[in-house]
């Protein structure tokens, strides 16, 4: 224990004294499997960016309530729609105070201009900020919300209206999405004129429970508690991401108590885990899926026979069993079952290589042929081991001739090639931020979520389209159903993606950690942890 001690008062800059013991139970470590490419979550995909930044440096609009799935208030206080579905007016909290930094000290507390810069920098591409940092906004890109949202404005200093140019089922839900965080015009504006704008998404500055101390590259990042949190009541003084790609090396740190929390156990490591008497396990029904994305624009991905040829080479029991060891279930839609808008009348086809060597015999490719399989490095919520996973795909298409290379990437070059269109298929899925199906399926297969680089299959079909639109539009939510309903009727006529597993969402932490919010949305939560 007492090196234990040194240790983390080494990694937060302090020494070794008779305060380490009240230092240790003021700080949280969390084992996390990969550093973020930045700290604004509005240009973010990757789980270990969300997780990272999301809901410790900063606050939304509204949340998603764990137990009910509804939005309820958080930056704002209450909201009305008008009669015909196209403006939402938010009444804001009072008094929220922004961070105190190094890089910015606020002169006011958040107003109504900080969520309209927020939200304008997204969807005016003339906006001083929507260029910078690249300008790619993977989330909202992909659910089109610059095609949704005409403006964005103040109606007095606690005021704000979102103006729609269509009714929108799901804008709400969307507003309550990890991604759709409330930044400091303040701060942007003094950067501006400084000439550093990129520093908003570097240096943050948010309204969360901690604010950023200190990153060291790849290595660990350091938050400290912020003192004018409006929720109050958070218990941890310092909160730290110890990076730690592998998986059996974030389970040896847990098991030491060289770190507090281990984020994605893998499903091999259950047993040690639950047997372990200071660990526990905790365990929450997600909405997720993991799929083999095939690129549609490319060939021989562009034949439908050869989709389902694939489809019917692969076994999901297999990697069900040897990836996730049994825990999750096979995917026969996009949606899993615990969506309200699952289809519960299709299946995905069980296995069948002679009918997949047909397939192939008749788009003339009896003898096979060569693709890449890209993976993404790293541990995802909805698939714990991409390369066992990639390397299984792999075996089962050999049987056909089918030759794959898998080709690991990182996050941020995998998401160029995606957005590139280079690949032949990808390995790839998606953890809902909302319970909402269009979460899913707009996201993964929607045709703006192709530039976006989250539809990696490249399918644009107008009859998809049509129906997710006339869902999001629907004013029952008995109609959104059957439009979501035919939506994976045309998933599953076409193919342009195998469904392959859901998954639980997974924690592992030392017993001495207490409320901790493992939510079945989004990203981890830690504002109320603490140690005892």
């Known amino acids: 224990m007492r090196f234990w001690l040194c240790w983390l008062s080494a990694l937060l800059l302090t020494g070794c004294d008779t305060g380490d013991r009240q230092l240790a139970k003021e700080s949280l470590l969390y084992c996390a499997e990969g550093a973020p490419f930045t700290f604004n979550p509005q240009l973010a995909a990757a789980t270990q960016t969300l997780d990272a930044t999301a809901h410790q440096l900063y606050d939304r609009l509204l949340d998603i309530d764990p137990e009910t799935l509804q939005p309820v208030p958080a930056l704002a206080l209450d909201w009305h729609r008008s009669d015909d579905g196209l403006r939402y007016r938010f009444t804001l909290r009072p008094g929220v105070q922004f961070h105190h930094t190094a890089w910015f000290s606020p002169s006011r507390p958040l107003n109504a201009d900080d969520v309209v810069f927020s939200f304008q920098r997204l969807i005016d591409n003339t906006h001083p900020f929507h260029g910078v940092s690249g300008g790619h906004y993977p989330f909202f890109d992909s659910i089109g919300l610059g095609g949704l949202v005409k403006r964005v404005r103040a109606l007095g200093p606690r005021e704000v209206e979102f103006e729609l140019r269509r009714p929108d089922a799901s804008f709400i839900g969307n507003l309550a999405t990890d991604y759709a965080v409330v930044l ?15 520093l908003l998404d570097q240096q943050p500055v948010g309204t969360g429970p901690f604010y950023l101390a200190q ?18 009541g958070v218990k941890l003084a310092q909160l730290v991401f110890d990076i730690t790609p592998k998986s059996s090396k974030r389970l040896a740190k847990l098991l030491t108590g060289e770190c507090d929390v281990m984020a994605h156990p893998g499903a091999s490591q259950m047993a040690v885990i639950k047997s372990h008497p200071e660990l526990v396990l905790d365990q929450a029904t997600g909405m997720n899926v993991s799929v083999l994305a095939l690129n549609t624009q490319k060939a021989p991905f562009n034949d439908v026979r050869v989709r389902k040829a694939l489809a019917l080479a692969l076994s999901r029991n ?3 069993q040897a990836v996730y060891f049994g825990i999750g279930s096979e995917a026969e839609s996009v949606l899993p079952p615990v969506s309200w808008g699952y289809n519960p009348n299709l299946l995905m086809p069980l296995p069948d290589a002679e009918r997949a060597r047909w397939l192939l015999a008749q788009a003339g490719l009896a003898k096979g042929f060569d693709m890449t399989l890209l993976i993404p490095t790293g541990a995802r919520s909805f698939n714990p081991d991409g390369l066992k996973t990639g390397q299984l795909i792999q075996r089962r298409l050999e049987e056909l001739g089918i030759r794959v290379r898998l080709q690991s990437l990182e996050e941020q070059i995998l998401r160029r090639e995606l957005m590139a269109g280079r690949q032949d298929a990808v390995l790839t899925g998606w953890s809902a931020d909302t319970p909402d199906p269009d ?48 939506a994976q009727e045309l998933i599953y006529q076409d193919m342009p993606l195998i469904p392959l597993n859901h998954t639980l969402k997974q924690q592992a932490y030392r ?9 079945p949305y989004g990203g981890v939560v830690l504002r109320q942890a603490r140690k005892e």
């Open 511 to 519: 017993r001495s950690v207490q409320d901790l919010q493992l939510q």
């Open 215 to 232: 990153y060291r590259l790849d290595d660990f990042i350091r938050y400290h508690r912020h003192p004018g949190y409006w929720r109050g």
């Open 318 to 320: 297999d990697i069900l």
């Open 439 to 486: 979460n899913l399926l707009h996201n993964l297969l929607g045709c703006q979520a192709i530039a976006a680089g989250t539809n990696a299959s490249r399918w644009c079909h107008p009859l998809f389209e049509q129906q997710i639109n006339a869902a999001r539009r629907a004013p029952t939510l008995s109609e959104r159903i059957r439009h979501y309903h035919l």
């Open 184 to 198: 400091s015009a303040e701060y942007a504006g003094q950067l501006l004129a400084a000439g550093t704008p990129e």
